[in-house]
């Protein structure tokens, strides 16, 4: 979070710089401080201090201020530790769990939520509609289309998931206003994952990208949920972006089961478990 505000600093306006040193001469103090007396500091209007927060990707003062606290406690470094040809299974181990675990962690305090509100809003409003619900991913990202499929599916939305190329050019095609595809990529340089949204955009419908910052996908959808993590592809690593990128499925799933409404869902999740019981052995 402070490596994002000091690669800012040259954009931002001459009194968001001084609120900016403010942050980076102690991120601990800042996140503690009323904004009154940030603004006091800073030689700066109050509206200013939270303009600048609102300049560097967070939501506002509230936002920005507690990502800051969750970014600079103590705890799992952020940083991606590689894994070894001669490291031991231990090794192995705490590496492994510490690159996932500072995954999630760097995400919780970068995330947008403004971001997943827009596509929850999205995905709610395709549903109550009847509209198509659809997700685009390939290879890793595949996977990742079809849990989201099976995830939404048990709360009674009809989704479909395609990971081959061909089927979501068609499918895109097909896409009209008040439709909704939920594209998911790593890179965010497929060509068909930017084609199918590409399509999917000039048919109208609603285009939600799960993909890396600064990548062409992020800039080609309506709506961009970012998941930032570097993939060492010359190295023994695990996939972590492919769990980072289930766990904004899940933050999605939840938002819009909660907009559905429990009266609605747990009836119909009570007797989906009931009828599964069969399926098990007592």
Do not use: W
């Not at 479909?160 to 009209?176: F, I, R």
């Amino acid at each position: 979070m402070l490596d994002r505000i000091k690669a800012c600093l040259p954009s931002l306006a001459p009194a968001e710089q001084r609120v900016a040193k403010l942050v980076l001469a102690d991120p601990r103090v800042f996140a503690l401080t009323p904004v009154s007396e940030l603004a006091d500091r800073a030689h700066v209007s109050k509206p200013t201090v939270v303009r600048f927060c609102r300049s560097v990707g967070y939501d506002g003062l509230s936002d920005f201020k507690l990502k800051l606290a969750g970014s600079v406690s103590e705890g799992v470094p952020f940083i991606h530790r590689s894994v070894d040809v001669d490291d031991k299974t231990s090794d192995i181990m705490v590496k492994v769990i510490d690159n996932t675990v500072a995954a999630f962690l760097k995400y919780r305090n970068d995330a947008s939520a403004g971001a997943i509100d827009r596509a929850v809003d999205a995905l709610v409003r395709a549903y109550k509609a009847g509209r198509r619900i659809e997700f685009f991913g390939v290879g890793n990202s595949g996977v990742v289309a079809q849990d989201a499929q099976h995830k939404f599916f048990r709360l009674g939305i009809n989704g479909v998931a395609y990971s081959d190329g061909h089927m979501q050019v068609m499918s895109a095609s097909l896409l009209q206003p008040g439709d909704c595809v939920l594209v998911i990529s790593n890179s965010g340089r497929t060509r068909d994952l930017m084609d199918s949204c590409d399509i999917a955009r000039k048919n109208g419908a609603t285009t939600i990208v799960i993909t890396a910052s600064g990548s062409p996908l992020a800039s080609a959808g309506h709506i961009h949920l970012a998941a930032d993590h570097p993939e060492g592809y010359d190295r023994y690593s695990p996939m972590v972006s492919r769990l980072l990128h289930l766990m904004i499925i899940d933050i999605l799933a939840t938002c819009v089961a909660l907009r559905i409404g429990g009266d609605k869902l747990q009836p119909l999740l009570r007797e989906m478990k009931n009828n599964l019981r069969s399926k098990r052995y007592a």
